[in-house]
């Protein structure tokens, strides 16, 4: 095969560098047409030709990329930056976390598609981000000269959408911190968790391993005697001066669950909402529970009055389907929901939120306690994902967790009804007997879009869940 060499051609036209590289061979010297001619600051132009001498080269300094914040879905076109992982001037590599942005349905954490150094944060903490807009630049690793081989051409638009394969770093918010705290590489650690997820303990190993020191436990308070009372002593009366009050109000704009709660409400200010109230005996269901939360503690769950609420909701529902429906803006349609995915309203730190668990119907108690605490749990941390947060068919708020007897909730749209449940309250009532005794009470309070569903079938479906918690075991007989 005959000897080959690649010559590079470089020349300056006002101030933008053009390459255009040609192939010579030992015999003759054949002028091809360039594949690519590169001119800084312009597009590449691009020539069709089968076959092409590829070769890698960059320049002798890295490359500054703006790393833009991508389409994260749902039509979500502006985010909240709650917590920024990384700092100006850090490393970071493929996968590893870049900060977390909360939306009005849920909180997402944004990971780096490049490796190299953070040169510029383009928002502070509570700054609004903005889909298509720069979040950070990133500082990319300048790239080494490689040899010359023959390769199929390969269009620029195809070229810039290959990716580098890596592997995922797997690790919470809290730990990457721990990370960065600690100017480790999460990729020079092995998880031991799950899929090679590392934890915090991991960290903790790692960082004795390299530096033989120990994070030290948090300081505890010392105690400090009281000291000795003075014998008496004569106490000056001070002479009193009006207080003075320097507060100043502020002015914050409404972000994430609550703008999504203003949306929503608004809607909601459209529907005509009947309303109707019914006091329960939970004697017989709080017997039941305290019967089976051992059971379920046992198998690491958390046993509650919710998932008996759902489940006997769903069963209701069964027979009244229009309950679990939803309408069409102008209320020309009506859609029958197959599924049962009832939402259960939680106060959160970062406001009301309104997860769903999906079909009901076919889940068990025990299937709706273990979805109702991993849903609990999320919400707390504000980690629900989106999927979490949609789909509703139905709602029960136990607004009796706070306190309260009865309340007037909302329907969300495009939902058709909702329930609020009160507190559990012992309350002295007569038997068939005549006799006194001790009863749990609870109170719910309905709303329903009085467009497409009467009170005789709110009354009546109302009734059917009430029988259903006075008396469990008949829950049993239409149980699938």
């Known amino acids: 095969m005959a000897a080959a060499r690649v010559l590079s051609t470089c020349g300056r036209s006002a101030g933008r560098l053009i390459c255009v590289r040609y192939f010579q061979a030992c015999s003759s010297v054949h002028v091809l047409k360039p594949k690519c001619a590169c001119l800084f ?64 349905k849920a909180s997402v954490t944004i990971t780096s598609r490049y490796d190299g150094v953070i040169k510029k944060l383009y928002y502070n903490l509570d700054d609004i981000a903005y889909v298509g807009k720069p979040l950070v630049d990133i500082e990319t690793e300048a790239l080494k000269e490689e040899d010359v081989v023959e390769a199929p051409a390969v269009s620029h638009d195809e070229h810039t959408h290959q990716e580098v394969k890596g592997q995922k770093t797997l690790a919470t918010p809290a730990v990457r911190r721990l990370a960065m705290e600690n100017n480790i ?35 505890k308070a010392d105690i400090i005697p009281p000291s000795p009372q003075p014998k008496e002593s004569t106490i000056p009366i001070p002479i009193s001066k009006p207080p003075v009050f320097i507060g100043k109000d502020r002015t914050e704009p409404v972000t994430g669950f609550q703008k999504a709660m203003v949306k929503t409400m608004s809607a909601a200010l459209r529907i005509p909402h009947f309303g109707y109230c019914d006091e329960v005996d939970l ?32 069963l209701g529902l069964l027979q009244f389907p229009v309950l679990n429906a939803s309408v069409d803006e102008s209320c020309q349609t009506i859609t029958y929901k197959a599924s049962h995915n009832i939402g259960v ?56 967790s706070i306190g309260g007897t009865y309340a007037k909730p909302v329907i969300l749209p495009p939902e058709v009804a909702i329930g609020a449940i009160g507190s559990i309250k012992a309350l002295p009532r007569f038997n068939q007997k005549g006799e006194v005794y001790k009863a749990q009470i609870v109170n719910v309070s309905w709303s329903a879009d009085h467009r497409v569903i009467d009170g005789a079938t709110m009354s009546r479906f109302s009734n059917l869940w009430k029988s259903y918690l006075e008396n469990p075991a008949f829950m049993l007989l239409d149980l699938k």
């Open 345 to 400: 309203a939680m106060d959160t730190e970062q406001g009301l939120i309104v997860p769903n668990v999906k079909n009901v119907q076919i889940c068990s108690i025990f299937d709706i306690a273990t979805e109702l605490n991993r849903l609990q749990k999320l919400g707390s941390s504000g980690q629900l994902s989106t999927t979490d947060l949609t789909g509703g068919t139905f709602t029960l708020s136990n607004i009796g």
């Open 41 to 104: 600051g312009y597009p590449s132009f691009k020539y069709s030709h089968p076959y092409h001498l590829l070769k890698t080269t960059a320049a002798l300094h890295g490359q500054i990329v703006q790393f833009k914040l991508s389409d994260i879905g749902e039509g979500i076109r502006e985010v909240t930056v709650k917590e920024w992982y990384v700092k100006e001037g850090d490393t970071v590599s493929q996968f590893d976390s870049i900060c977390e942005v909360q939306s009005d």
């Open 283 to 314: 004697t017989e269901l709080v017997k039941l529970r305290e019967n089976l939360k051992p059971v379920a503690l046992a198998r690491g769950i958390k046993l509650t009055f919710m998932p008996f609420f759902l489940k006997a909701a769903s």
């Open 185 to 219: 590489k999460l990729s020079e650690v092995v998880g031991s968790g799950k899929d090679g997820r590392i934890l915090k303990e991991d960290i903790l190993n790692y960082l004795e391993k390299q530096t033989g020191a120990i994070l030290p436990p948090s300081p």
